[in-house]
């Protein structure tokens, strides 16, 4: 027996086929993908912050994944100058080196987190931008009682995961005004000196610094210029009045 099938019948079978592969594709798609970009925007979020608004401050952040050897001078240098500034710490050097952090905290410096480990946040998924930010989180409220509130991506580096997930845990995500580039190989105390004393504003500016020797050479000169200038060196809390 022969069946005769109306050729419209069949674009419309056809039709349908291709419809619900469609659907189950995408189905499979949203069911198992990894979170790996969000449909925010950073319009809904705060932007990082790179300057304050109490312009009788200057803050310096130093940020601390390494340099081990010359925290202890830059911290009797910033006693002795009875200066108070923010440590961008990551949890991985908190756990390695807890009585070194501890003697920053004993001191009465701000912590802030440098998230777990030194990687490229703007690389990461929501998932595990919330991951580094919580871990470090936690290994650095082993040794304080104050949560930080301010985050420093590593190298500034950023996405609107990282934004997402910072703000989601409470964190404002800090950048910087003026940039020491003190790792930098040439980087002596006099090229630091400029890069700093060079810029035009200094009122509310955020200074980023890492744990170097010609950093620590270099501070009190910083301290006492800045200081005849009319600004007082203070924490990221200083210039942001929290």
Known sequence: MIIIVNKNVVKVI?????IIALLVTALLYWGTRDDTTSVMTTDNLTKPIDKG????????????????????????ILKEKQVKITFFVTGRW???????????????????????????YSTLSL????????????????????????FAPPSGAYNTNTLIAAEKHNYKTILWTIDTID????????????????????????VLMH????????LPRLIDALREKGLEIGTVSNILNE
């Open 127 to 150: 998932n595990k931008n919330e991951e580094e930010i919580l871990n470090a989180e936690k290994e650095i409220m082993k040794y304080t009682e104050e949560k930080p509130k301010y």
């Open 94 to 120: 908190v756990k390695e080196f807890p009585d070194l952090f501890m003697s920053i905290v004993e001191e009465g410096h701000e912590i802030g987190s440098h998230g777990y480990y030194h990687l490229d």
């Open 53 to 76: 608004v109490n312009l009788d401050y200057i803050a310096f952040t130093c940020n601390v994944d390494w340099g081990n050897e010359v925290i202890p001078e830059m911290l009797k």
């Open 211 to 218: 744990p170097m020797q010609e950093t620590a050479k270099v």
């Open 14 to 18: 056809i039709g349908l086929i291709i």
């Open 183 to 206: 790792w930098r190989k040439g980087s002596t105390s006099d090229v630091i000196y400029k890069r700093v004393m060079d810029k035009e504003n200094h009122k509310g500016a955020i």
